[in-house]
């Protein structure tokens, strides 16, 4: 090792310390997707911090293998070159195990290919809005799940209560289109509280009376999501 002692060294340089120092059979599977994925850039996290995100959003490594491109990209921190790297990352490990001296591709073979498990929507989504706060800090955003757009951002440092201000993030919501939206409160905690409850229903009903079609009203604190008022609750 050079003469930097590895605390010296930045989160996304230490899992290639220890490749070096000790194989890759010795890394855990966040620390060699760090490595596949070079950084985090573009998440707000290190690439140790948006490899465990990834694989706690998808449920494990071996979801993660076997899931199309399109699904990755639903990802926050997974564009098409990460979905790519993933993708072509496993596909050569499938080869190199494959049968024969040159391992072969298991799409050569006459047995298909299993079926790629499918990443829930909603969870993929709740991934995508946890990632666009940063990790003790609360937002109200306002999200389509059929745009591929960032989500608005109707109020920084808010959270759902008495002191919603409803007609503020309606008349936002306005001038951004058409829904049907999602209203989301991203912050600290867990669970919801009464005073986020009501705040969703009477988020529901001041939309009916402006025309703003809000399809749900959802709470995200912690690693889950909860939905308050609207479709699902």
Known sequence: MDERSLAELAPEERPRERLRAAGAAALDDASLLALVLGTGRGSGEDALQLARRILRSVGGVGVLGAAAPADLETINGIGAVRAARICATFELGRRAAGPGAGGASPARSSAPPPPAPPIDPFEAAIE????????????????????????????????????TRAGAYLARLLTEGPGPWWIVSVRPGGKPA??????ADRLLEAATLVGVEIERVIVVGGRRGWILAGAGA
């Open 194 to 199: 009464q005073r986020e409850r009501g705040a």
């Open 128 to 163: 995508r809005l946890r990632g666009q706060v940063p990790t003790g800090e609360a937002a109200v955003l306002g999200y389509r799940p059929l745009d591929a757009r960032p989500p608005v951002t109707l109020g920084l440092g808010d959270q759902l209560g008495s002191e």
